[in-house]
């Protein structure tokens, strides 16, 4: 029988705090959002602000101060209560932590365009803020992603100093572009889509009992709660099709996304399975003539880091099955 945990593993930008609160609404469900720390507040309280002496852990450890808590919380009520995280920093290092203890371990995901857009208008609007913590920010995202990958930028952008829109869409594109990377190449792991499990009571029902192992309950009255908060979380703050957004978005950016899609083409059934096709993304591949060979694709899954999972994890090399 699996433990009283879950860990729902996600980039962001797709309702991660939404969905860690309604979880963290159950009277016996204790669920974090976003946090490498321990004590921390539930989500449903103040997530983002973390309790006098808070440490921050590995992710085996996070994950055993979770079982803990499980435990302590089932002896005070005298009865199951289960705890987990949702979009957690440790990501996906918590699966192996996960399975230690016999938890539940899953991904949510999002179209690529609309959640890259999310996180694309919120890092941009907090790293315009004249703040120490905005600034520093923008600092390390110049220091060390723009610097280690300078070759890359440099293919979409004519001049040294790339300009902040580039450096942090190509960021947060490579990012996403590698976790959906991981979601595709594990067929075992369970994945809900945010599309689905935000507006749909079913959907929501069937990913509860799945972190949950069928051992709680899901009421019509605790639904009626969830849904009560509206489907959508702070960063989503528009309601265009994956197509207009994209279409709104400056030649760079569109360049750049279809470069770094194009060079990883086992992402395209996947999203095609999962009901987001990207043919229109395609389209704008800015290097084309130069697909003759695989250097050029080979560069772009080195720096965004495929290779690594490739080499690390050969377990993926035989991908999710398809129905």
């Not at 067929?187 to 507006?199: A, H, K, L, S």
């Not at 994956?242 to 709104?248: G, L, N, V």
């Not at 096709?277 to 695989?294: G, I, M, W």
Request: charge should be neutral; aromatic fraction near 12%; proline fraction near 5%.
């Amino acid at each position: 029988m699996m433990a009283n945990l879950f860990y729902v593993s996600s980039f962001g930008g797709s309702a991660t705090l939404w969905l860690a609160r309604s979880l963290d609404l159950h009277d016996d469900i204790i669920c974090f959002h976003g946090s490498r720390q321990f004590p921390l507040l539930p989500a449903s309280r103040n997530p983002q602000q973390h309790l006098p002496n808070s440490t921050e852990l590995t992710a085996g450890e996070f994950a055993l101060r979770m079982q803990i808590l499980s435990e302590t919380a089932r002896d005070t009520r005298g009865r199951e209560v289960f705890v987990g995280g949702v979009h957690g920093f440790h990501g996906l290092q918590m699966h192996p932590a996960m399975t230690t203890l016999d938890g539940c371990f899953a991904f949510s995901i999002r179209h690529p365009v609309l959640r890259i857009a999310s996180l694309y208008n919120e890092h941009y609007r907090v790293m315009r803020m004249n703040t120490v913590d905005a600034q520093g920010k923008w600092a390390w995202l110049r220091a060390g992603y723009a610097t280690k990958h300078e070759e890359l930028i440099t293919l979409f952008c004519t001049v040294m100093e790339p300009n902040p829109e580039d450096v942090i869409l190509l960021w947060l594109a490579s990012v996403t572009v590698w976790a959906d990377y991981y979601s595709a190449r594990t067929p075992d792991w369970p994945i809900f889509r945010m599309e689905d499990y935000t507006v749909n009571r079913d959907v929501f029902q069937a990913m509860f009992h799945t972190l949950t192992g069928n051992r709680l309950a899901c009421s019509s009255e605790y639904l009626d709660r969830i849904f009560a908060q509206g489907k959508l979380n702070v960063h989503r703050r528009n309601s265009r099709l994956p197509a207009e957004e994209f279409r709104s978005w400056a030649p760079n950016g569109k360049r750049i996304m279809a470069a770094i899609l194009r060079s990883v083409p086992e992402l395209l059934e996947f999203y095609q399975e999962m009901g987001y096709p990207v043919d229109y993304v395609l389209e704008h591949d800015p290097f084309a003539k130069e697909r003759s060979t695989n250097a050029l694709s080979n560069l772009l899954r080195h720096l965004i880091g495929i290779h690594t999972l490739e080499e690390e994890a050969p377990l993926f090399r035989q991908g999710r099955r398809f129905a």
